[in-house]
Nanobody, 123 residues
Framework: QVSLVESGGGLAQAGGSLRLSCAAS????????MGWFRQAPGKEREFVAS????????NYADSVKGRFTISRDNAKNTVALQMNSLKPEDTAIYYC????????????????WGQGTQVTVSS
């Protein structure tokens, strides 16, 4: 079982930046794809970004392409999400997730989830 803990959320102004981190424990992330998802009030959880085990493949939601960057450090069992040029519509709870296997944008494909970290962007 993989346990995930997010950190780095907070309040930012529009146009600003935040960096989210996710630390995994319980087992190494060998062959695990890591993803970031978010959920705004009254909305369904949605895909943000994912990165495969080797970091060779990354996927992004259209809404964050060119602004967000996902990365991972397998030696440290961590994954990060660098968020630049933040917009008020990026306000949400952000979740780190893990799945054994290839990249996926589908919430249902991820079996391991963190508890989330709040990101609030003011205009």
């Amino acid at each position: 079982q993989v346990s995930l803990v997010e950190s780095g959320g907070g309040l930012a102004q529009a146009g600003g930046s935040l960096r989210l981190s996710c630390a995994a424990s319980g087992r190494t992330l060998t062959y695990y794809t890591m993803g970031w998802f978010r959920q705004a009030p009254g909305k369904e959880r949605e895909f943000v970004a994912s990165i495969n085990w080797s970091s060779a493949r990354t996927n992004y939601a259209d809404s964050v392409k060119g602004r967000f960057t996902i990365s991972r450090d397998n030696a440290k069992n961590t994954v990060a999400l660098q968020m630049n040029s933040l917009k008020p519509e990026d306000t949400a709870i952000y979740y780190c997730a893990a799945r054994y296997g290839t990249n996926s944008n589908n919430v249902a494909d991820y079996r391991n989830w963190g508890q989330g970290t709040q990101v609030t962007v003011s205009s």
